[in-house]
């Protein structure tokens, strides 16, 4: 596996790294804890350096996996956790990123990762009750204090990451990109670019629709969030599938899988942008690994945006409470 290095901040992963949520959280039922440290140990066999979660994704439990399952790989591999909501009863209840807290869950996330530090720490979402120096601030400290290496932030807005890059540099920005979601490239990316920030997109796959294995006739368990994304409505997966059919047509003319087409095009894109598919397949994260080989052509990318640019993806990408806390 390749390695790439985020932005100007000498953090260097692996050009693909491994999103850890929906082994606990999410995507449906958690999976079995001993396949899923089964899985993170393949990932690291693979040549994966970079792991991401979050204390609340269960809460806390995909944190305990992760930590449990590195324990034995610390030291080779990087480890991306989240701050910034507050977690009542076991629920997550709405925004917190107070430098107190910050300070709080940074110390219960080493406990649960069995670790004395965090490389990248990133805010999950902006809080507007909170100044963002404040933030960049408690950030700050903990990185003086060794606890945490880097400091991220989670689908903020242009003028936020500037001004908390201004107290401490953002190593880091964590949002959704993929063929699926382009936004990032009207304003975020040419101001990571001017900044030197690296830029982390989590479902690069498009929450799975770019696999291929997704239509209008899919169920999903209850407990899986996509059930609540206007994107994934059975009428809007009817009309989205136009772009992975042209996809999967694509891909077997390149002898590859539309996930590792998806990947390979993101890769393309910047080299300072890393992505973090997830997976609870062995199958799925060795096919995603290999989109770190695909190679593709200017011609490739030129078609490849054609394509995309005409088709026109139906629905939005989070249902409306959600899509308040992004973009701040």
């Not at 242009?158 to 699926?180: D, F, G, K, N």
């Not at 999903?220 to 059919?245: G, H, Q, Y």
Request: aromatic content about 8%; charged content about 25%.
């Amino acid at each position: 596996m390749l390695t790439r290095t985020l932005g100007k901040s000498h953090l260097e992963v692996s050009a693909l790294g491994l999103g850890c949520m929906g082994m606990s959280f999410g995507y449906g039922p958690a999976g079995d804890k001993q396949e899923m440290i089964s899985l993170i140990h393949r990932a690291v066999e693979q040549g994966v350096t970079f792991f991401d979660t979050a204390e609340v994704y269960g809460p806390f439990t995909n944190e305990e996996l992760v930590g449990e399952a590195l324990a034995p790989f610390r030291d080779q591999v990087v480890i991306a956790t989240k701050f910034g909501f507050k977690i009542e009863g076991g629920k997550q209840n709405g925004l917190d990123s107070r430098p107190a807290h910050i300070r709080e869950v940074a110390e219960a996330s080493l406990r649960r990762l069995k670790t004395d530090r965090i490389d990248l720490f990133y805010q999950h979402r902006v809080d507007p009750d909170v100044p963002i120096e404040d933030v960049a601030g408690a950030a700050k400290d903990l990185i003086q204090e060794g606890k945490i290496k880097h400091f991220g932030l989670s689908e903020a807005g242009v003028q936020t990451i500037r001004r908390a890059h201004a107290v401490q540099p953002v190593a880091a920005l964590q949002s959704e990109y993929s063929l699926w979601w382009r936004e990032p490239e009207r304003e975020v990316l040419p101001a990571l670019e001017e900044l030197g920030i690296g830029f982390v997109p989590f479902s690069p796959l498009g929450k799975g629709f770019l696999t291929g294995k997704i239509d209008d006739k899919t169920t999903f368990d209850s407990s899986d969030f996509r059930n609540i994304v206007p994107r994934f409505t059975p009428e809007n997966r009817k009309a989205n599938l136009a772009f992975v059919e042209w996809l999967t047509t694509f891909a077997q003319r390149k002898q590859a899988t539309p996930s590792q087409i998806a990947l390979s095009w993101l890769l393309a894109q910047k080299p300072w942008i890393v992505p973090i598919p997830g997976t609870t397949k062995r199958h799925r994260l060795e096919e995603n690994v290999s989109a770190a080989a695909v190679k593709l052509t200017a011609d490739d990318l030129r078609e490849i945006d054609q394509a995309a640019g005409q088709i026109a993806v139906h629905g939005a990408r989070y249902p409306e409470h959600l899509a308040r806390l992004t973009g701040r």
